[in-house]
């Protein structure tokens, strides 16, 4: 009788024991994956913020090919070359061969149908790009008014050459 | 025993309390140092953008200079095509200096400036910087020695003198080319100092070159005849208050050409057009007379 009603006690202790056990540790659990899910939205969150900060950044990379299409153009307007296709790949030639060049003179306004030229520095036929830079200049010639388009671009076939 | 063992049991229950508030304390505090090394990264990288992002609008601020000195370079060079001037130092040393202007009759200068200013209109959208220029007849160059070259718009009378009244020509050497044949023409007279004058004259079916001095003090006419009663006058010297003026008048379009070099006793440093000029991109901004020279 004692043994069955130790037995029943010590059953009943242990079964209390455990279930509070199992309580506690799912409480835990849950805790914890709630801290987790916290931690992981604070990261994300801090990523995601730090990301679009450093997205306000513009690159100002193209300023020297825009520098080297402004230069170009005035060199021609010098020289008074835009209409004579020797001496604009002349001046060309005189660029760097990453360096790719494009001119087109439109006659009063930029439409296609008004483009009375088309140069490409030789090399460069191949290697259009996305990434290309414009610049106008105006043109006086013979009564006439005319745009001079310039486009610059990276020649992307060309290894960079490193002396020494 | 049993309180003994109750206090026992109590000072166990506190451990353990105190032990779980040192392991809720420890998260508290790794969150903490979490949340602070998060809020320095931001701070960092906000930094460094801000840093890049000064670089950046100082570097595009200074490209909007570069682009307005572009864009004046091209309209004066396109005005060029009007009036071209050149300012330099005698090749001999010393504070004597030269001015050459080349001035194309051939253009209605009214005409060209009223096109020209739906052209620069087009060349506003294309380039994103905002273009103004105000012309005003005559067409003139203002040089930093206070001589001044005018040219009318249509092309009846130009002419080169100081606007304070003395000047420190030298010499001249005056080119003319007309696409008409002259009558006749007769020579002023020439005097035996002054200021070295050659005249270079072409038409169609003559040419010639005539030069020596001219007394600055007094007046000098040379007219050239055309058929139909038309004539070119070139006049030299004093007239009014103004001394050494070089000064053309035409009855009808006959000169295409006219080319002025002038030596002086100083050397002007700049050459502005009467043309007031404005052009802004960004934060940059041009508002001055468009240089000549």
């Keep these: 009788m004692n043994y069955k009603m130790n037995y029943k006690m010590n059953y009943k202790i242990n079964y209390n024991t455990n279930s509070k056990k199992d309580n506690t540790n799912s409480k835990k659990g849950f805790v914890l994956s709630l801290d987790s899910v916290f931690a992981l939205i604070i990261s994300l969150s801090s990523l995601l913020f730090i990301l679009s900060i450093l997205q306000t950044y513009k690159s100002v990379d193209s300023l020297p090919l825009q520098r080297i299409g402004m230069d170009t153009l005035t060199i021609l307007e010098e020289k008074n070359s835009f209409f004579n296709q020797e001496q604009v790949a002349e001046v060309f030639d005189q660029t760097n061969d990453q360096i790719c060049l494009k001119i ?7 439409e296609s149908e008004n483009r009375i030229e088309s140069i490409i520095k030789t090399g460069c036929e191949d290697q259009i790009s996305n990434t290309e830079y414009k610049m106008w200049r105006t043109i006086y010639s013979n009564g006439d008014f005319y745009y001079a388009q310039i486009s610059v671009w990276l020649n992307k076939g060309v290894e960079v050459k490193t002396e020494g | 025993m049993k309180e003994i063992k ?16 040192m392991k809720g304390m420890k998260g508290y505090i790794v969150s903490l140092v979490t949340i602070l090394l998060f809020i320095v990264l931001i701070n960092y990288a906000r930094n460094i953008v801000e840093i890049k992002n000064k670089i950046q609008s100082s570097q595009l601020n200074s490209f909007a200079v570069e ?13 060029k095509n009007l009036i071209s001037v050149e300012i330099s130092n005698n090749d001999d040393g010393g504070d004597d200096g ?16 009223s096109d020209y200013s739906l052209f620069l209109s087009g060349y506003s959208n294309i380039s994103g910087a905002n273009i103004s220029l105000s012309y005003s007849n005559p067409l003139s160059v203002h040089f ?5 070259y005018s040219s009318e718009f249509d092309n009846s009378e130009f002419y080169f003198r100081n606007s ?3 000047s420190s020509v030298i010499s001249y050497n005056l080119t003319l080319i007309s696409n008409t044949s002259y009558s006749n023409y007769i020579e002023w007279v020439w005097d035996d100092s002054g200021v070295y004058t050659t005249i270079n004259y072409s038409d169609p079916s003559n040419n010639f ?13 040379f007219i050239i005849h055309y058929p139909g009663g038309v004539n070119a006058k070139i006049k030299a010297g004093r007239f009014g208050a103004l001394t050494v003026i070089m000064k053309i008048e035409q009855k009808g379009q006959q000169l295409i050409s006219l080319r002025l070099d002038a030596k002086l006793l100083e050397s002007p440093i700049y050459a502005i057009y009467n043309i007031p000029t404005n052009i802004s991109i960004l934060n940059a901004n041009f508002s001055s007379f468009l240089p000549a020279a």
């Design chain 1, 104 to 110: 087109d003179v439109y006659r009063e306004n930029i």
């Design chain 2, 6 to 21: 109750g206090m026992k049991g109590m000072k166990g229950m506190k451990g353990m309390k105190g032990m779980k508030g």
């Design chain 2, 67 to 79: 682009k307005i000195g572009y864009i004046v370079n091209d309209i004066m060079y396109d005005i």
């Design chain 2, 98 to 113: 030269r001015i050459i202007i080349e001035d194309d009759l051939s253009i209605n200068k009214g005409n060209f400036f």
């Design chain 2, 144 to 148: 930093s020695n206070f001589h001044i």
């Design chain 2, 164 to 166: 304070l009244g003395e």
């Design chain 2, 209 to 221: 070159t005539v030069s020596g001095y001219i007394d600055p003090t007094k007046g000098h006419t």
